[in-house]
C-alpha cells in the first residue's frame, strides 16, 4: 500500500476566481525566465561573496580581490558577468575603477536574502 502525501490536495472544486485572477495576471514566459536567469547568476558562492562586500562598501577589483583572497583575473572575470547581468555597475575615478551593486533593488534582494539564511541558522 503506498503512504499517502499530506501534502497533496484532495479538493475536485476548482476556486474559479482565484484561478482566473492569478491566470489574467500571470507575466509572460519571458520574465519568468529574466528571474530564473537571475537567481542563477546568484546562485554563485564567489558572485555571492562578491555582493556581500559591494554591499558594505564601493571597491577596486583590487580590493575585492584582497579581502575575498583571490586574484584579480578571477574577480575581473566575476565582476563581468555581474555587470553584462544588471546586478553591478563600475565607475571610473581615473585609472580607478570601482564597483557598487547596481541600485536599491540588488541591495534590497541580497540583504533579504543574507537575513533570511543568517534567521535560520
Same mark, same amino acid.
Given at each position: 500500500?503506498?503512504?499517502? !502525501?499530506?501534502? $497533496? +490536495?484532495?479538493? =475536485?472544486?476548482?476556486?474559479?476566481?482565484?484561478?482566473? #485572477?492569478?491566470?489574467?495576471?500571470?507575466?509572460?514566459?519571458?520574465?519568468? !525566465? %529574466?528571474?530564473?536567469?537571475?537567481?542563477?547568476?546568484?546562485?554563485?558562492?564567489?558572485?555571492?561573496?562578491?555582493?556581500?562586500?559591494?554591499?558594505?562598501?564601493?571597491? +577596486?577589483?583590487?580590493?575585492?580581490?584582497?579581502?575575498?583572497?583571490?586574484? #584579480? $583575473? $578571477?574577480? =575581473?572575470?566575476?565582476?563581468?558577468?555581474?555587470?553584462? =547581468?544588471?546586478?553591478? #555597475?563600475?565607475?571610473?575615478?581615473?585609472?580607478?575603477?570601482?564597483?557598487?551593486?547596481?541600485?536599491?533593488?540588488? %541591495?534590497?534582494?541580497?540583504?533579504?536574502?543574507?537575513?533570511?539564511?543568517?534567521?535560520?541558522?
Amino acid at each position: 500500500m503506498m503512504a499517502k !502525501n499530506e501534502f $497533496s +490536495c484532495d479538493c =475536485s472544486v476548482i476556486h474559479k476566481e482565484i484561478v482566473e #485572477k492569478t491566470l489574467k495576471n500571470m507575466p509572460e514566459a519571458d520574465t519568468f !525566465n %529574466k528571474l530564473a536567469e537571475f537567481f542563477k547568476i546568484l546562485g554563485d558562492t564567489t558572485r555571492v561573496k562578491i555582493l556581500y562586500v559591494l554591499d558594505k562598501n564601493e571597491m +577596486c577589483v583590487c580590493d575585492i580581490a584582497n579581502v575575498l583572497g583571490m586574484t #584579480k $583575473s $578571477s574577480i =575581473s572575470h566575476q565582476l563581468g558577468t555581474l555587470r553584462r =547581468s544588471g546586478i553591478v #555597475k563600475c565607475r571610473k575615478e581615473g585609472k580607478e575603477v570601482f564597483y557598487m551593486l547596481d541600485d536599491e533593488h540588488i %541591495k534590497e534582494v541580497f540583504e533579504v536574502g543574507f537575513e533570511h539564511i543568517e534567521h535560520k541558522k
